[in-house]
């Protein structure tokens, strides 16, 4: 009768096995998201301050020197990469760096966050409106083209 009990207990733990591996894998590869009153994207008329993980980062908009977007893959290297929007810091004298924010990361329209960087770095003089509502209202309204784009006109009198 012990034989039979013990045999049940093997099997048991056996079969619980792979579930006592998935818990430590996901126990070891887990990040808790932050809170998201302390996470996300500061900008300031004089700097940006990323936090998405582990510890802000901050950039001065005159050292951004490109914005881009790729996808990446981290720190594994299996299966599908991360859309990321790079802001690239820095020039050839002074290397390059980069500041990556996952697409994943964000709780709005990635595209749209990618068009705001990309037009306050080509628009310096109008860093004054973030952190005010004309500000949000731009970033809300997507208000990035220029307001009058250049009309394209064809003047061939042949067509």
Known sequence: MDDDWSSGVAFLFLISLPALFAILLGLGTYK???????????LTPQHITV???????TAAWQDISAVGGRSGRGEFRFGSGTNLISLVTGDADTGYGTIDIGH????????RVY??????????GLRSELGTELGLDRFRRGGYAPEQPAAFVDTDPRL
């Open 115 to 124: 068009h705001l960087f990309v037009f306050y770095v080509r628009n310096p």
């Open 51 to 57: 936090d998405y993980g582990d510890g802000p980062t």
């Open 32 to 42: 808790p998201r932050k809170v998201a009153d302390n996470v996300g994207i500061v």
């Open 104 to 111: 994943k990361d964000l709780e709005t329209d990635p595209t």
